[in-house]
T-cell receptor, first 110, second 117 residues
Framework: QKEVEQDPGPLSVPEGAIVSLNCTYSNSAFQYFMWYRQYSRKGPELLMYTYSSGNKEDGRFTAQVDKSSKYISLFIRDSQPSDSATYLC??????????FGSGTQLTVLP | NAGVTQTPKFQVLKTGQSMTLQCAQDMNHNSMYWYRQDPGMGLRLIYYSASEGTTDKGEVPNGYNVSRLNKREFSLRLESAAPSQTSVYFCASSVPPNPGGSNQPQHFGDGTRLSIL
């Protein structure tokens, strides 16, 4: 079993929809949680970075971490075609190594 | 505003050939990383360098060597390429963990697409 599991999708939604992307993790030592966005043929770019449990909001994006259930979520409000990309969750403990999920491919249809 | 620069962007090799992938960052980051990305597998760490002069193995180091040439540059070498090493390779960099121990986010280049026939 991978330490970070992510539904690969693909996920297709109409423009303006609320998108929910989710990951689960198994390592109780994980306390840093990140979401990266990766456009086709590009490198991952950091979208959200959270520590421990709770919510963090940045514009249309909200990251949520529930350590009790080992569940990580990213919500995108008012989704736009420019949000079409692969979204990667990543987690780490005190070490500097990140463990990535396999990514969810999202398409927002105009 | 280059960030992390990887060269080459594409390469095709024959089995048994050798190759060095180059990575340079201009953000004055101490830590640098090499990952490979394969369909359905996500990003897997090959090697990392916490600071100039140090390197450590990641999750999938076999068949690879690295050199931290200076603070800016971190290269990945395939001594004898195998078809299983066909992948997209990403270099990343970050500042080291802060004094409180919190990990720092990594910044990625746009990758090298490597095919081995």
């Amino acid at each position: 079993q991978k330490e970070v599991e992510q539904d690969p999708g693909p996920l297709s939604v109409p423009e303006g929809a609320i998108v929910s992307l989710n990951c689960t993790y198994s390592n109780s030592a994980f306390q840093y949680f990140m979401w990266y966005r990766q456009y086709s043929r590009k490198g991952p770019e950091l979208l959200m970075y959270t520590y421990s449990s709770g919510n963090k909001e940045d514009g249309r994006f909200t990251a949520q971490v529930d350590k009790s259930s080992k569940y990580i979520s990213l919500f995108i409000r008012d989704s736009q075609p420019s949000d079409s990309a692969t979204y990667l969750c990543a987690s780490s403990g005190s070490a500097r190594q990140l463990t990535f999920g396999s990514g969810t491919q999202l398409t927002v249809l105009p | 505003n280059a960030g992390v620069t990887q060269t080459p962007k594409f390469q095709v090799l024959k089995t048994g050939q050798s190759m060095t992938l180059q990575c340079a960052q201009d953000m004055n980051h101490n830590s640098m990383y090499w990952y490979r990305q394969d369909p359905g597998m996500g990003l897997r760490l090959i090697y990392y360098s916490a600071s100039e002069g140090t390197t450590d193995k990641g999750e999938v180091p076999n068949g690879y060597n690295v050199s931290r040439l200076n603070k800016r540059e971190f290269s990945l070498r395939l001594e004898s390429a195998a078809p299983s090493q066909t992948s997209v390779y990403f270099c990343a960099s970050s500042v080291p963990p802060n004094p409180g121990g919190s990990n720092q986010p990594q910044h990625f280049g746009d990758g090298t697409r490597l095919s081995i026939l």
